[in-house]
């Protein structure tokens, strides 16, 4: 069993910044990769990036390639979610996730997930 806490998420102007964060515990943590996916009102959960276990590699959707960037820090049980030059299209809660394997980009591959984080970017 792993339990996700989402943190970071806020209200910002267009062209800002944010640094989300997935703190993970419980068994083994970083023997999961870690998905990104954000949900804005009415549409679909979107997957965002993803990173495998050791933090080696990385893969994007086209929305995120260029302006967000994830990391994790295993020894902190923690992914981050770099997210730079912010537009009003971003606004949405944004959940970390984990699977067993990396390279997954579908939520319903995904094992375990955090409760969101609300991400609101104004103009």
């Known amino acids: 069993q792993v339990q996700l806490v989402e943190s970071g998420g806020g209200s910002v102007q267009a062209g800002d910044s944010l640094r989300l964060s ?3 515990s419980g068994r083994s943590f970083s023997t999961y990769a870690v998905g990104w996916f954000r949900q ?8 965002l990036s993803t990173i495998s ?12 390639k260029g302006r967000f960037t994830i990391s994790r820090d295993n ?16 606004t949405a809660v944004y959940y970390c996730a984990a699977a067993t394997s990396y390279g997954r ?19």
């Open 53 to 64: 276990r050791s933090g080696t590699r990385t893969y994007y959707a086209d929305s995120a």
């Open 75 to 90: 020894a902190k049980n923690t992914v981050y979610l770099q997210m730079n030059s912010l537009k009003p299209e971003d």
């Open 105 to 123: 980009v579908s939520d319903l591959e995904y094992d375990y997930w955090g409760q969101g984080t609300q991400v609101t970017v104004s103009s």
């Open 40 to 47: 804005a009102p009415g549409k679909e959960r979107d997957f």
């Open 22 to 24: 997935c703190a993970g």
